[in-house]
């Protein structure tokens, strides 16, 4: 199968790949016809997915802005895809042009693309890594980032640890990256819900079926909750997305795709400091 121009000669275009799974949800172009034929088929059980996918990416605008009016200018985006409208670094820069922003992602095509939207910018860069590597990630963020763990530093993991198992210990890997990090930095997560909406279920087995992209947890509230360990969540805690000090401008509930904003919403989220 032939891919397009801009197809990494050593990926497989045969097998989809979450970052451009979830690159396709939020209409963009950076995807293979498996990825396409992967997504339409977790379409079928939960239609609102492409909704869900674009209250998220709103979510991480207004934290990143909040935090931004809280003086945090060092930003470390963790599993960060494909590049995509309203960009860490794009909604950073407008409210702090000297601030800094390190992508991380695993997927060769979202680094690549990352890199060429950053390639005239000194102050974003992309590396790539897996995450459950916090180490190693902590130091190339240092050397190649020039992010200083002795400020501040905001650690996102947005709609991404729903892909971290079990056996990997995400409380462990995030305790690892805010233990490295200064007094006052914090903690942006949003995480899939298995007790939320009908549906979700079925969209993990779909994600666990051997040809599919990579394994899929998803946690209860519980174990959401749980994933912020000792870390003081910030108002309003962990609430469904939408709801997670909501803008005006992102109010859309005439769209009939949306799922209800109710205490069953299909994902949580919430911000932790470290005091």
Request: overall charge negative.
């Amino acid at each position: 199968m032939d891919g397009p121009s801009w197809a990494l000669t050593e990926v497989d275009i045969t097998r989809p790949n979450v970052a451009r799974v979830y690159d396709f949800y939020l209409g963009g172009s950076h995807n293979f016809e498996s990825d396409r034929t992967f997504a339409h088929t977790v379409l079928e059980v939960l239609p609102s997915l492409p909704r869900i996918a674009q209250e998220n990416r709103a979510f991480l605008r207004r934290a990143v802005l909040h935090l931004c009016d809280q003086g945090v200018d060092q930003f470390l985006d963790l599993g960060s895809g494909i590049p995509t409208a309203d960009n860490v670094h794009e909604v950073v820069h407008m409210a702090n042009a000297a601030a800094r922003v390190v992508y991380v992602d695993h997927d060769p095509v979202a680094v690549m693309h990352s890199r060429e939207l950053l390639r005239d910018n000194d102050r974003a860069v992309a590396i790539a890594g897996d995450l459950r590597e916090p180490r190693r990630i902590l130091d190339d963020a240092v050397t190649h980032g020039h992010l200083d763990l002795d400020r501040p530093l905001a650690v996102l993991l947005v709609s991404v640890l729903h892909f971290v198992g079990d056996e990997d210990d995400p409380v462990e890997l995030i305790a690892e990256y805010m233990d490295a990090a200064a007094p006052g930095s914090y903690l942006v997560l949003s995480h899939a819900r298995i007790d939320g909406q009908r549906g979700a279920a079925d969209v993990q087995k779909i994600y666990n079926q051997s040809w599919s992209p990579n394994p899929m947890r998803m946690r209860s509230r519980s174990e959401i909750e749980g994933l912020f360990g000792d870390l003081p969540v910030i108002e309003p805690g962990v609430v469904p997305i939408p709801r997670w000090r909501p803008d005006p401008s992102d109010d859309d509930s005439d769209d009939a795709g949306a799922p209800a904003i109710g205490d069953d919403y299909p994902g949580l989220a919430g911000i932790g400091r470290r005091d």
